[in-house]
């Protein structure tokens, strides 16, 4: 039992990346300007943070509403910082996003990531 205990402590400390997970919503008719937004200035600004190993956006359409989930991915909690700021639960907005959005969810959520 103690083995499986301790093999489960380390595990947890040997993280290979951490994932940013941001939600938003939109009316379905500026869905794909939104897009195209994402697409053109968020993605290259989280790739251009130094520690930023990847950025997607994922959009899902139902009825009148489009939902848009962005995940990065980083190497450290420092690289998260460096783009987010200190508290980085708090959700990083642009300013075009007050023109297409619902409403501005405050946070973001992270997830310690592991590919095996």
């Not at 039992?1 to 939600?23: E, F, P, V």
Request: with cysteine; net charge negative; aromatic share 12%.
């Amino acid at each position: 039992m103690l083995d499986s205990c301790t093999s489960k402590i380390q595990a947890r400390t040997i993280i290979n990346m951490i994932t940013r997970i941001w939600h938003g919503r939109t009316s379905a008719a500026k869905a794909d300007e939104y897009l195209n937004l994402m697409r053109t200035v968020a993605i290259p600004d989280y790739r251009a943070t130094p520690g930023n190993t990847g950025a997607y956006v994922l959009r899902r359409i139902e009825g009148g509403t489009a939902h848009f989930f962005m995940l990065t991915f980083w190497e450290s909690e420092a690289a998260v910082r460096a783009f987010a700021g200190d508290d980085v639960s708090v959700a990083k907005y642009y300013d075009f996003d007050k023109n297409f959005l619902l409403e501005m969810e405050p946070t973001s959520t992270h997830y310690e990531t592991y590919d095996r």
